[in-house]
């Protein structure tokens, strides 16, 4: 790629990191009025008790549902399936933020909702939140990581919770950086864990961060991961917050020797911080390890539609044939590999990042958030600045992630008996 090219790119990526990956004051003084006013204490949401689902049931795991040997889930395309599809509805799911909320914020197409992920060489099972529930009884799942991950955790408490009765208790905990989701029955938690970066930064307060000043600690996830421990089922991504310059300052042993590092270099040393961590701490027959790839960002359509200058926006249809866009850098996705082919534990790669390179339709772009609040509708009119072409809709592609994510649970539990 010509130098000017790249570095235009490059300006381009972080003007768009900021607008959408800084939250101000205003989201922390707003998320205090509602802890106060609308919430009582931590409990966010809660429905009453039921006793449905006290006995143990034994998971049936049909032909059907499992995988065949060799297919890779991750080699497909998306087909149009809107009998099916979207899993649950976006209103019937309380616990979805107005980050991902697209109808209600005024999206005029809702295609992106109806569409199904098929590998080439094997069906992926239906997901079903209480066999889903079933697995994680007494049981923690966590998601670990950025925003983009919060989305996966919101995509999966909204398919679990579409599939329970409504009057099942469950409740959505609010200990910052955490959220944690569970449903008393089944004594299953679905969790979130704030850590953009895996390791220790200065963004991890879970909503006082500026993707503007960052600053890493490349040898440090002992904070962390002392809140990850006890967790049954990790899932762990991080990408989009390295990615604001190629460079970034960091700290390696003293935290008075700030240094400026190649951010693949910084990438690579924080992985194996965590990596040394992982094999050190996680016990392999009771825990299970997942990595999901970076997520794929859609900042300029030039890349699939040359001659245009657009962005996301107005997309509503995912991208055919082959495509993989400059922002998912292969340089990242190699040192990934190279980490995890390294681990003694086994670690699952989630790897999204092709599957969901095809979804240029799915992102909010201008029916979403900027700064913690919602746009106006002046800025919605100037999709140019305005479009977020990080994250997306839910229901969307993040409920795909989980179809895969509950097909390789499923595959493995059955292997278990
Ligand atoms: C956010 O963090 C910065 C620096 O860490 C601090 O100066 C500021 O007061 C904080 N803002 C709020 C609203 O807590
Ligand atoms: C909400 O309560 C917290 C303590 O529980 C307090 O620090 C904060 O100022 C309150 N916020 C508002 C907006 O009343
Ligand atoms: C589903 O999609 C088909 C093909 O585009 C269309 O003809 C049909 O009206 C759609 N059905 C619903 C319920 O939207
Ligand atoms: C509920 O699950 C937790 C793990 O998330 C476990 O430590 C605890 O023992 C379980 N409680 C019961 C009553 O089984
Ligand atoms: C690193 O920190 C210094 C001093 O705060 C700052 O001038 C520089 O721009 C920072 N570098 C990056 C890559 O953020
Ligand atoms: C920084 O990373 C780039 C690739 O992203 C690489 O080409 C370059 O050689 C690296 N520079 C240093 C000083 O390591
Ligand atoms: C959105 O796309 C449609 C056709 O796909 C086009 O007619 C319309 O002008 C576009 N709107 C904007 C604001 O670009
Ligand atoms: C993820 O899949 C892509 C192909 O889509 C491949 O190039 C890459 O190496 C894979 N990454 C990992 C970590 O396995």
């Keep these: 790629m010509p130098t000017r090219q790249y570095q235009r790119l490059n300006l381009l990526f972080r003007l768009a990191l900021v607008s959408v990956l800084t939250l101000g004051a205003a989201r ?21 008790r039921h006793s449905k689902y ?8 049909s032909e059907e549902e499992t995988i065949e040997d060799g297919c890779n889930v991750f080699e497909g ?13 976006e209103e019937k799911c309380p616990f979805l933020v107005k980050q991902t909320t697209c109808l209600k914020n005024g999206r005029p197409d809702s295609f992106y909702q109806n ?34 991950q919060r989305s996966m955790f919101e995509s999966m408490v909204c398919l679990v919770q579409s599939a329970i009765p409504n009057d099942v208790k469950r409740s959505l905990r609010r200990i910052p950086p955490r959220k944690i989701f569970k449903v008393e029955e089944f004594n299953a938690t679905i969790e979130y ?28 996830v002992a904070k962390h991961s002392r809140e990850w421990e006890g967790a049954d089922i990790l899932i762990f991504e991080s990408y989009i917050w390295w990615m604001y310059k190629p460079t970034i300052n960091a700290t390696y042993g003293s935290i008075d020797n700030i240094l400026e590092y190649n951010v693949t270099t910084a990438y690579r040393l924080a992985l194996e911080t965590w990596a040394n961590w992982i094999d050190s701490s996680i016990n392999p027959t009771t825990q299970k390890i997942f990595f999901a790839t970076m997520s794929p960002t859609h900042l300029w359509s030039w890349e699939w539609k040359p001659g245009t200058d657009g962005n996301c926006f107005n997309e509503t249809r995912p991208i055919e044939g082959s495509y993989w866009g400059t922002g998912s850098s292969l340089d990242i996705m190699g040192i990934v590999e190279d980490v995890l082919g ?17 979804r240029k339709d799915g992102h909010t772009s201008v029916y979403g958030e ?20 990080i994250h997306w809709c839910l229901p969307g592609v993040p409920d795909a992630w989980n179809e895969i994510l509950y097909a390789l649970l499923l595959q493995d539990y059955r292997g278990q008996r």
């Design 28 to 48: 922390v003084i707003l998320d205090n009025l509602k802890n106060n006013l609308s919430w009582s204490g931590d409990w966010i949401f809660e429905i009453t």
């Design 54 to 61: 006290t006995v143990r049931v034994p998971i049936e795991v």
């Design 77 to 89: 395309n998306w087909v149009w399936d809107n009998s099916s599809y979207p899993l649950y509805r």
């Design 115 to 148: 569409w199904r992920w098929q590998p080439n060489s094997c069906n992926l099972p239906r997901f079903d939140g209480v066999k889903l529930l079933e697995m994680l009884r007494d049981k923690r799942l966590m998601f670990v990581g950025d925003s983009v």
């Design 193 to 220: 864990y704030w850590a953009p970066f895996i390791i220790e930064s200065i963004s991890d307060h879970a909503t006082n961060h500026t993707v503007l000043k960052r600053l890493v600690r490349l040898d440090s």
């Design 342 to 358: 390294q681990l003694r534990t086994k670690v699952s790669v989630l790897n999204i990042t092709q599957l969901s390179e095809f």
């Design 370 to 389: 900027r700064k913690g609040k919602l746009l106006t509708k002046e800025q919605r009119s100037d999709p140019k600045n305005y479009a977020d072409c």
